[in-house]
Antibody
Framework: QVQLQESGPGLVKPSETLSLTCTVS????????WSWIRQPPGKGLEWIGYIYYSGRTNYNPSLKSRVTISVDTSKNQFSLKLSSVTAADTAVYYC???????????????WGQGTLVTVSS | DIQMTQSPSTLSASVGDRVTITCRAS??????LAWYQQKPGKAPKLLIY???SLESGVPSRFSGSESGTEFTLTISSLQPDDFATYYC????????FGPGTKVDIK
């Protein structure tokens, strides 16, 4: 059974960097793509970006200047960093598996439960 | 960037009703369209991928279809467990989600 679990601070100050980690169990991270998606309270889903296990990344153009996604295959984890946060970055952050080889057209199947990150001083 | 729209934004229906939700892409996305169901406080659940392929374990009352850049999710007979918000998502070029359709009790 594939499981993903987000972890990280639930409160981040404005202008600081949001950092989250997703730990994958029941599957090796050394295959497929791995993605971050967020959802502001009461609003819709917004894709942040994804990383192929080899390290190749793609980001949402609207967030690209502030986002870094990395992978640590030794720990079966991948991570998100979002810099210069504001209140608009307050959201539930989800990590998800995107099953496919590099270049395939694939969509997330397994998701973590999500973690709420609030940006406030 | 590819934009996705959904209609209606809210739909009130009764158990047993046939429900149809429409999603439109701003440009061609081939068949690279997924549908997700989300309940309050839960992660989205994949229902349909590649416009009309049913994800394993998803009830057959859910179906998807496409016509050009217009895609449809149909629930043939609405069940109590189906009251939720539904999102379409394109994966032809990066990922973009639609704004969602909330299905509530009439």
């Amino acid at each position: 059974q594939v499981q993903l679990q987000e972890s990280g601070p639930g409160l981040v100050k404005p202008s600081e960097t949001l950092s989250l980690t997703c730990t994958v169990s029941g599957a090796s991270i050394s295959s497929y793509y791995w993605s971050w998606i967020r959802q502001p309270p009461g609003k819709g889903l917004e894709w942040i970006g994804y990383i192929y296990y080899s390290g190749r990344t793609n980001y949402n153009p609207s967030l690209k200047s502030r986002v870094t996604i990395s992978v640590d295959t030794s720990k079966n984890q991948f991570s998100l960093k979002l810099s210069s946060v504001t209140a608009a970055d307050t959201a539930v952050y989800y990590c998800a598996r995107v099953p496919g080889a590099y270049g395939d057209y694939v969509t997330p199947d397994y998701w973590g439960q999500g973690t709420l990150v609030t940006v406030s001083s | 960037d590819i934009q996705m729209t959904q209609s209606p934004s809210t739909l009130s229906a009764s158990v047993g009703d046939r429900v149809t939700i429409t999603c439109r892409a701003s440009q061609s996305i081939s068949s690279w369209l997924a549908w997700y169901q989300q309940k309050p406080g839960k992660a989205p659940k994949l229902l349909i991928y590649k416009a009309s392929s049913l994800e394993s374990g998803v009830p057959s009352r859910f179906s998807g279809s496409e016509s050009g850049t217009e895609f449809t999710l149909t629930i043939s007979s609405l069940q109590p467990d189906d009251f939720a918000t539904y999102y379409c998502q394109q994966y032809n070029s990066l990922f973009t989600f639609g704004p969602g359709t909330k299905v509530d009790i009439k």
